[in-house]
């Protein structure tokens, strides 16, 4: 299990609208808060404001990302950067999780004007 920031469907409707997913398999479901946790209990705060921030995509690895600031925060408490994962190469067999890979390794571009989202906290399976 793990925590998370779900996207409403109206904020993963307007993500998608503005930014055609590249490769094969869509994702952009939500952003991860804490992997693993315990219980269902273990939900993250409720923000106050997330803003989708930058953009990053790897056609190597097949995987490309927006990056999220969660009330003014770009890390998790893991250290690793909040992100959405937008689409997965499937022909490459690449995982929402190298999205956190394609951030380590060569960081992210900003956008010129932060997009706000709407998120539900919530444990997922």
Do not use: W
Not at 9 to 34: D, G, N, V, Y
Not at 54 to 81: A, K, L, Q, T, W
């Amino acid at each position: 299990m793990y925590s998370a920031y779900t996207l409403t469907e109206e904020s993963r409707a307007m993500l998608l609208a503005s930014h055609s997913p590249l490769f094969s398999k869509t994702i952009c479901h939500h952003i991860t808060h804490q992997f693993p946790v315990k219980s269902e209990d273990d939900l993250p705060p409720t923000p106050i404001t997330v803003k989708v921030i930058g953009y990053n995509v790897s056609r190597v690895i097949g995987v490309e990302c927006f990056v999220v600031e969660i009330d003014g925060r770009s890390r998790r408490p893991d250290n690793s950067i909040y992100h959405i994962t937008i689409s997965v190469d499937e022909n490459k067999k690449a995982r929402p999780a190298q999205s956190n890979e394609l951030l380590r390794k060569n960081g992210y571009n900003r956008l010129y004007s932060p997009i706000d989202i709407e998120v539900i906290p919530q444990v997922l399976k």
